[in-house]
């Protein structure tokens, strides 16, 4: 059975830089063809993808907001860590993270955490 | 980077059938695989349709996908609707260049 669980600071300050993890089961990372993603959604807003990594350690990002972002993976802890820089107040949203068996999807996701920016 | 658009919402009876659309902006529907997700009020995202027209298992056969080259857009068909139908549904597909497009969600109201 495949779970997954994002945790973090559920409120940052403008300009801060914000530290997601995603801790996992159910599946190895080292798997090929594997990978994990975050994406997030503001309040009443649509899904928007923000990062991915894969089995091999290749890194994918959204183009709009690749300056600031980065992800990493711990395989022996089955985690995956997203960082965002310089965080501002329209980055409040829900954020999640997601299995990615195959090129086409995500097929689990997590429960999702609301991170709120705000002085 | 191409966009999905979709209708901001529709509705429907129970028992009926709602179709939702997804058209892409720019690069061909058909060259890259649509999947659709249901999201329930409060919840994360579940898939019911992947590679245009495959439903995971536990999904019921009333949920079903398909594209339309000529129209440059993708469709989820809920037939049989029921009031657990009622959600935002998201298509999503890629490029070689960004893995991940979401489109901009359509809200399905069950009356």
């Known amino acids: 059975q495949i779970t997954l669980k994002e945790s973090g600071p559920t409120l940052v300050k403008p300009t801060q830089t914000l530290t997601l993890t995603c801790t996992f089961s159910?599946?190895?990372?080292?798997?090929?063809?594997?990978?994990v993603g975050w994406i997030r959604q503001p309040p009443g807003k649509a899904l928007e993808w923000l990062a991915l990594?894969?089995?091999?350690?290749?890194?994918r990002y959204s183009p709009s907001l690749k300056s600031r972002l980065t992800i990493t993976k711990d395989t022996s802890k089955n985690q995956v860590v997203l960082t965002m820089t310089n965080m501002d107040p329209v980055d409040t949203a829900t954020y999640y993270c997601?299995?990615?068996?195959?090129?086409?999807?995500?097929?689990?996701w997590g429960q999702g955490t609301l991170v709120t920016v705000s002085s | 980077n191409f966009m999905l658009t979709q209708p901001h919402s529709v509705s429907e009876s129970p028992g009926k059938t709602v179709t939702i659309s997804c058209t892409r902006s720019s690069g061909s529907i058909a060259s890259n695989y649509v999947q659709w997700y249901q999201q329930r009020p409060g919840s994360a995202p579940t898939i019911v349709i992947y590679e245009d027209n495959q439903r995971p298992s536990g999904v019921p056969d009333r949920f079903s996908g398909s594209i339309d080259s000529s129209s440059n857009s993708a469709s989820l068909t809920i037939s049989g609707l029921k009031t657990e139908d009622e959600a935002d549904y998201y298509c999503?597909?890629?490029?070689?260049?960004?893995?991940?497009?979401f489109g901009t969600g359509t809200k399905v109201t069950v009356l």
């Open positions: 159910g599946f190895s990372l080292s798997t090929s063809g594997v990978g």
């Open positions: 990594i894969y089995w091999d350690d290749d890194k």
């Open positions: 999503q597909s890629y490029d070689s260049s960004i893995p991940y497009v």
């Open positions: 997601a299995h990615r068996p195959s090129a086409t999807h995500f097929d689990y």
